[in-house]
């Protein structure tokens, strides 16, 4: 099952949308930006900006596949249509990544997602202040 390519971020100024206008959500591990898309179609679109800080090649996208495979399953937990940017922390140890821990960081910021769906800042969370 592949990531069709109209459910990716592509062109620099979508993921700069996202990074300056969109909601940013934390856990351990990972950041989320969230933005709200006002056109287009009702399914969410999903990019990564892993940095050669994470590590070499073979490593990065060890993440992204492990990452796009999250999304891939749970996309039924995301409504409407929002761009979504993940950047794994610098705390991210590539070597223990697995399904099931990125399952355990991300579901939750999903559920916070799902809350307010990617509109305004949320004042419970003290990461969305811009």
Not at 24 to 42: E, I, M, N, T
Not at 59 to 84: A, C, M, T, Y
Not at 87 to 114: F, I
């Amino acid at each position: 099952m592949t990531w069709p390519r109209e459910r990716r971020l592509r062109k620099s100024p979508e993921f700069s949308r996202c990074f300056g206008q969109g909601r940013k959500f934390s856990s351990k591990s990972f950041l989320l930006f969230v933005s709200a898309r006002p056109d287009g179609p009702g399914q969410f679109r999903l990019g990564m900006a892993v940095s050669r800080k994470v590590g070499r090649a073979v490593v990065r996208n060890r993440i992204k596949r492990v990452v796009r495979e999250f999304f891939r399953l749970h996309q039924d937990r995301i409504s409407g249509p929002v761009d979504i940017v993940l950047v794994p922390k610098r705390s991210l140890d590539p070597d223990r990544l697995t399904l099931a821990v990125a399952t355990l960081e991300l579901a939750p910021l999903l559920t916070r997602l799902a809350g307010n769906g990617g509109r305004g800042p949320d004042r419970e969370n003290k990461a969305c202040a811009p």
